[in-house]
């Protein structure tokens, strides 16, 4: 039973128990993330913020271009009303559901954006008229008023936000060393890291700080995939998590030396140091391992403490806890059992967490390569051990009363471990019976088994804000704890991805706990739908998807359906839309727990029918979703034009697109060539500032199957048969700096007929 219990509060490690209050005192010390809203597409917004949130980010920094909001004299845009990127009161409203703090920048120098980000010839006035729309945007976001803006810039505003904590070292996710320099300020416990480049950018058409500019590099692309850099920020996050509270109180120590009492080159180091717990920062900028025994101070026994056997791969930082007070002071949450003696003397792994529940002792490390830690206790422990999954042996020594443990090590990417050792035979005891997710706007579900009746009688179930639980009946069949069965109600604007946590108190203690992750009841996708390219490598889904359509003969389109729910369970799917016939119209589909199904749908258009038409596909059963798509009629053996705002920028893209092949280009960038792409292959063959790039914006329109271009003192005409796409102008053609190329059996052809005219073929 001891060992169920230990399994249950090691799943649970690092979940906070309660609602934390809504933007508490800022520590002396903080890490925040960039997230220019701008150069991220707005569908994207909440799931980049929850990856954010679930990385353990607190805060995200961000400017407001004044240019981008101002897109008429006297007429500003926060609402997304002529781009949703545009929609800065959407974003602090996301803020604040998700429970993220802004660091907001309104009036300084926008990076990377045309002219800071202010307008051509502004004036005081329209400064002043400026500032007044920002104060009425802002005002009531403030953390004054239970809003997300803790940190805002600009006295001028007349809000009373506080400035960041100084100094703000500012580092890119790109650079490689980027996270030692970060425990290297996170090492003096003052200041802000404020990380940036951390998702790959796209600038609105027109926007780049130079024309052609397409793509700000992150180390996070438009898919959502991640780069390795990216773990530093994680593992900086899960630190300050629980240590972050605890930095106000950490003074600078001598730095460790080694054993010998030799400097511990070559390895950087530091020490924290607290009556409640120390820390070592140990770094290692070199390139070889470093491993040694480390001195340093321990304030509890006022004596220097040899760390043994310390070792710091290449280009790793490790936050060694020294002297850490299982009494409360330290970083252990609920430990009022243990006495002011009791505490973690030290440990060769990074330690993010410690907690105590239901007699069990948990720990989770950061671990690079296998480390112990060393604890002192008032008792013996009654065991189990369990390390990273496995029950180990441990030794008690009962004359120093300490008790040696090992570490095993942890998983890349980011090393996590967790370890628990059971301190006491807890006489009472409750937890979560085989709960691993709750599904968003539905009653869940939700099984909690006690030690007693008497215990489960007294219990009470905590939940996070918003969320509602009423008790099921339960006949009582023959188990072997007590049982109370809820049904627990997930708010129906809870973020899918977001997690939440669920608490069984009873007598003013804290008895379980659950971290549960919150999913929709159903996922929708099509699998055809178009990808925007950007040079070889980049994409980006568009919004609503667009699936291409032989009208006619109709195309088989594959659905995939996804059931997020715990159980089997069955959807009627529904397809409908303008001017076209689907077949089946309407089917029932049942779908294990937690897996997806690929159903196939045909679709037809009118038989002369092309261009766009609108869509519905609705999920309807144990929840409900819809998913609005857009199919493009391409009649067999012809060429379609069509526009539409790919990227949700606010400025449409053009198409051409047949069978074979598609073409897209900007109205923007002096109507460059954004995308020549092969559905043979799915392969984009220009580059990623594209063709044809220039600076301003140029007409367009569609010339039956064809587009013409107009701009200053030029017109082109563009034509796409099949797979070949043919250029003329009135004027000799800019360079189009573009080369012959194969890319999986598919050759891009170049001709260059005249000074005015080019043609470009997929064969």
């Not at 974003?91 to 559901?97: E, G, K, T």
């Not at 770094?283 to 340093?296: I, K, S, V």
């Not at 009654?382 to 570490?407: C, H, M, S």
């Not at 037809?604 to 309807?620: H, P, Q, T, Y």
């Amino acid at each position: 039973m001891r060992r169920l219990f230990l399994a249950a509060v090691l799943a649970a490690l690092g979940a906070p128990f309660s609602t934390p209050a809504r933007n508490p005192p800022a520590p002396p010390c903080a890490l925040a993330v960039e997230f220019p809203y701008y150069l991220c597409p707005r569908a994207h917004w909440e799931r980049e913020l929850v990856w954010l949130k679930n990385a353990g980010v607190r805060m995200v920094e961000f400017p407001v271009p004044w240019n981008w909001h101002e897109v008429a004299a006297g007429d500003y845009d926060f609402a997304g009303r002529t781009s949703p990127r545009r929609d800065l009161a959407g974003l602090l409203r996301l803020l604040h559901r998700l429970g993220l703090e802004a660091w907001v920048r309104p009036l300084g120098t926008v990076p990377d954006w045309p002219r800071g980000g202010a307008p051509v010839n502004a004036s005081a006035a329209a400064r002043r008229e400026w500032i007044k729309r920002l104060r009425e945007l802002l005002e009531l976001q403030m953390a004054a008023h239970s809003g997300p803006i803790v940190f805002l810039e600009g006295a001028e505003l007349g809000l009373g936000g506080a400035a960041p904590p100084a100094p703000v070292t500012t580092l890119s996710a790109m650079d490689p060393n980027a996270f030692t320099r970060s425990r290297a300020a996170l090492a003096t416990a003052r200041g802000v890291v404020l990380w940036r480049d951390v998702e790959e950018g796209l600038y609105p058409a027109g926007w780049g700080p130079e024309p052609g500019a397409v793509l700000r590099p992150g180390a996070v692309n438009l898919e959502g995939s991640e780069t390795p850099a990216v773990r530093g920020i994680e593992r900086d996050a899960a630190l300050l998590r629980n240590w972050a509270p605890l930095l106000a109180q950490l003074d600078p120590a001598a730095p460790p030396r080694l054993a010998t009492g030799k400097p511990a080159d070559p390895l950087a180091a530091a020490q924290l140091s607290s009556p409640g717990a120390s820390a070592v920062i140990a770094t290692n900028p070199g390139l070889d391992a470093f491993h040694d025994d480390l001195r340093a101070w321990d304030p509890a026994g006022k004596h220097a403490l040899t760390i043994p056997r310390v070792t710091v791969p290449p280009g790793e930082s490790l936050w060694l806890p020294v002297s850490v007070s299982l009494a409360g002071s330290g970083l252990c949450r609920e430990c009022s059992n243990f006495s002011p003696n009791a505490r973690i003397v030290y440990a060769t792994a990074e330690l993010l967490a410690v907690e105590y529940e239901n007699g069990i002792l948990a720990m989770e490390f950061a671990a690079p390569v296998a480390g112990q830690a060393l604890l002192q206790l008032d008792r013996e422990p009654v065991g189990p051990y369990l390390a990273g999954g496995n029950e180990v042996d441990f030794d008690w020594d009962e004359k120093t009363q300490r008790v040696p443990l090992t570490i095993p090590a942890g998983r890349a990417p980011d090393y996590r471990v967790r370890v628990g050792l059971a301190i006491e035979a807890p006489e009472t005891a409750a937890f979560f019976d085989d709960l691993h997710r709750l599904v968003i706007g539905q009653a869940n579900p939700v099984a909690t088994s006690y030690t007693s009746p008497e215990l489960a009688s007294r219990s009470r179930l905590r939940l996070p804000d918003g969320y509602q639980a009423t008790r099921e009946p339960h006949p009582g069949a023959a188990t072997e704890l007590p049982e109370i069965h809820y049904r627990v109600t997930v708010p129906a604007d809870a973020a899918h991805g977001d997690f939440a946590s669920l608490g069984l108190e009873a007598d003013g203690l804290l008895l379980g706990r659950a971290r549960l992750q919150l999913f929709r009841p159903v996922s929708l996708r099509a699998a055809q739908a178009v990808d925007l390219h950007f040079g070889p490598n980049g994409r980006l889904e568009t919004d609503p998807p667009v699936v291409p359509v032989e009208p006619r003969a109709g195309t088989d389109l594959d659905i995939v359906v996804r059931n997020n729910w715990p159980a089997i369970q069955t959807f009627r799917l529904t397809a409908a839309g303008d001017r076209l016939e689907f077949l089946p119209a309407s089917t029932e589909i049942s779908i294990g727990a937690t897996a997806e199904r690929h159903i196939s749908l045909r679709v037809f258009g009118e038989a002369d029918g092309a261009g766009l038409r609108e869509w519905r596909l609705a999920a309807a059963g144990a929840g409900t979703a819809e998913l609005t798509l857009r199919a493009l009629l391409i009649p067999r053996g012809r060429t379609v034009a069509w526009t539409a705002d790919l990227d949700s920028d606010g400025s449409p893209e053009w198409i051409l697109e047949s069978q074979k092949a598609r073409a897209i280009f900007s109205s923007a960038d002096g109507g460059r060539w954004m995308e020549f792409s092969s559905k043979d292959n799915d392969e984009n063959f220009l580059p990623l500032a594209g063709a044809f790039a220039g600076a301003g914006a140029v007409e367009v329109k569609i010339d039956g199957d064809g587009l013409e271009f107009t701009g200053k003192g030029w017109r082109r005409r563009v034509r796409l048969t099949g797979t070949r796409l043919e250029i003329e102008q009135n004027t000799p053609l800019p360079a189009d700096r573009l080369t012959a190329l194969k890319r999986s059996n598919v050759t891009l052809v170049i001709e260059h007929p005249s000074p005015t005219s080019a043609s470009y073929t997929l064969q």
